[in-house]
């Protein structure tokens, strides 16, 4: 188990409470628990919000719960699910020190809006952070099991993202969706129960250059999803009358989770770009902010592997963030304040980390030296991209 210490840097660099990181840090070995598991490692998929953060989009959310599609209907059942998280503890805290306590393990079966059988399990825990006696006070997370889900494609293996210090030699390795079953899934979502997340993730998607989907895969996905779930594909009519369901609980919802929550406009109005993208798929071409030098690559390395001092790494990460939600960034470099639109983090061929971006004052194309920073926060205020962004980090393949 890594310390106090290093979950409270972690959540430093991130921006976060600390115990939102040490939630993170819980959800990635409970992962490496249930996927080591002989019984669920090939019959449990993962899926929801928190598999965009830890399978897909390093720069991302930090989500809560652990969703699963199971394939094997045998599974939902408590005393099964007892037993099995009971071996699941047992090994978590000989591979990590974690304890979760049988006492606190507790799983409900319930009809679902379908007719169909579903879970809802809690777990406690006893993580870097949490109280040392007594089990009332522990915190939990929520495990959430479907069997009536209709998969429509293989599910893939992927290594999840745990940039924590005790992450094991080989990774965490788990099965999950495909980034377009799983968007097509949060797509339904939004349709049916407009929560603030859905929105989020759904735009925060469609913005990301990494694994942009297939549109022909992703629409008849959809349409099959919605189909299984009977309701009707949804419009950007269907939303946009939610608003206020959006709206309200913005806040509430997602602060917590990020860094900085981003206006809830800058989310809202971007909903006709793209319902327009699904329907037409066309989106606006943007190239990179500069030629790549000789010898000059984009770095794309999570943050808190980089290896710079950690205020350097809390600048980073609060410009990285910035960049993802197209805010802009109020940036101390040398003596004095400039406000930026960040594009691009690369490496020179002599090592040197260089910030690429747009100085608003008077739009030109600036060089900032990453050792030159003294500042970083991020606006309340959002801009439209010149150029394409290049500030999200990976997580590392298979």
Not at 211 to 227: F, G, H, I, M, T
Not at 315 to 324: D, G, P, Q
Request: aromatic share 10%; with cysteine.
């Amino acid at each position: 188990m890594v310390t106090k210490e290093e979950i409270g840097q972690v959540a430093l660099v991130r921006g976060l409470g600390p115990h939102v990181v040490e939630k993170d840090y819980l959800l990635g070995w409970v992962l490496a628990g249930i996927y080591q598991h002989v019984s669920l490692k090939n019959n449990w998929i993962f899926k929801g919000g928190t598999s965009f953060k830890k399978c897909h989009f390093e720069t991302y959310r930090f989500s809560e719960d652990l969703d699963f599609t199971i394939v094997e209907p045998s599974h939902l059942n408590r005393d099964f699910l007892i037993e099995t998280f009971s071996e699941i503890s047992e090994w978590l805290f000989h591979q990590a020190g974690l304890e979760i306590p049988t006492e606190l393990l507790s799983f409900e079966i319930f009809t679902n809006p379908r007719g169909s059988e579903s879970c809802q399990g809690k777990v406690g825990y006893r993580g870097p952070i949490s109280p040392r006696f007594g089990f009332r006070s522990l915190p939990r997370l929520k495990i959430e099991l479907t069997f009536d889900e209709v998969v429509l494609l293989p599910s893939v293996e992927r290594t999840i993202c745990h940039d924590y210090s005790d992450d094991p030699q080989k990774g965490i390795s788990i099965r999950c969706y495909t980034p377009e079953e799983a968007f097509a899934e949060k797509i339904c979502a939004l349709g049916q129960r407009a929560r603030p997340r859905d929105l989020y993730d759904v735009i925060n998607l469609l913005r990301n250059d990494e694994e942009q989907p297939n549109l022909s895969v992703l629409n008849d996905l959809l349409r099959k999803k919605c189909a299984h779930h009977g309701s009707p594909v949804p419009t950007l009519v269907d939303v946009q009358i939610k608003r206020k369901s959006l709206e309200d609980p913005w806040g509430s919802m997602l602060s917590h989770q990020l860094q900085k929550l981003p206006p809830f406009e800058s989310y809202f109005n971007a909903l006709p770009e793209f319902f327009d993208w699904l329907e037409i798929g066309t989106l606006p071409s943007l190239s990179p902010i500069d030629q790549m030098a000789a010898g000059e690559v984009v770095v794309r390395e999570p943050t808190m592997n980089l290896p710079v001092k950690l205020n350097t790494q809390i600048y980073l990460e609060t410009i990285r963030f910035a960049a993802v939600n197209y805010l802009y960034v109020n940036l101390q470099y040398k003596q004095s304040t400039h406000r930026i639109e960040p594009y691009s983090l690369r490496r020179t061929k002599d090592g040197d980390l260089v910030l690429h971006a747009i100085r608003v004052t008077d739009g030109e194309h600036c060089r900032y030296q990453i050792d030159q920073i003294h500042g970083a926060t991020a606006a309340q205020q959002n801009f439209v991209p010149r150029y394409l962004v290049e500030l999200r980090s990976k997580i590392r393949p298979l």
